[in-house]
């Protein structure tokens, strides 16, 4: 009988897209439930809260909490080139954490896919971060882009530096940044092609 619960529990974590790799950290319940948990035993970044002065000397925090500015980073794409987020100040831009092995995340790639070859040409780049050092290998992750005909740039966090940075403990989880680096969204859990145009629609 224990044999049998165990794997109707099992199932049900699939169906919800839900492993725990490390424990629940607190979250809401619908984030818990869209959400995949990934291992992060690093300390908070020393990279934010720091104050830095854009438009016209206004100083803004770096930081993770809406209206901060993102912490800035610079990864490589499966091509070996060394893309820095801060180098596409003037567009809007969603960093988006994810890994081949997450249910919801392969759920919300082909919506972000969308919306990406809809709206490339209208200022937004959607980078999306993969958590390779969960990943099986490099490999996994070439192939998964090449199955999935995912032309959005996607940027290789071999040393987990960017996740640690950004303090990622669940997948997919994403920040909407405004044309300055501002983060204006953040969101725990697969979004849709629609919710990203709600989204995006209303940032500058």
């Not at 000397?57 to 993102?70: D, I, W, Y």
């Not at 794409?77 to 919801?104: E, M, Q, T, Y």
């Not at 971060?129 to 740039?153: C, D, H, M, R």
Request: hydrophobic share 35%.
């Amino acid at each position: 009988m224990k044999k049998y619960l165990a794997v109707a529990v099992l199932i049900g974590l699939v169906i919800w897209g839900v492993y725990d790799v490390q424990g629940n950290k607190s979250k809401s319940p619908d984030a818990r439930s869209n959400s995949a948990s990934v291992q992060n035993t690093n300390e908070k970044s020393d990279s934010t809260g720091v104050t830095t002065k854009i438009d016209q000397g206004q100083p803004l925090k770096v930081g993770l909490e809406k209206g901060n500015l993102a912490p800035d980073f610079e990864l490589e794409n499966a091509d070996g080139k060394a893309i820095k987020l801060s180098s596409f100040r003037g567009k809007k831009v969603v960093v988006n954490f994810w890994a081949s092995w997450c249910p919801p995340c392969r759920l919300e790639i082909p919506e972000i896919e969308k919306y990406y070859t809809q709206n490339k040409n209208t200022g937004i780049e959607i980078l999306g971060v993969n958590l390779t050092t969960a990943e099986k290998s490099q490999a996994t992750v070439t192939s998964f882009i090449k199955a999935n005909s995912i032309t959005f740039p996607v940027l290789l966090d071999k040393d987990g530096d960017a996740a640690h940075l950004y303090d990622i403990s669940s997948i997919p989880a994403s920040f909407i940044l405004d044309s300055r680096g501002v983060i204006q969204e953040k969101v725990v859990g697969p979004m849709t092609y629609d919710s990203m145009q709600e989204m995006l629609g209303r940032i500058k």
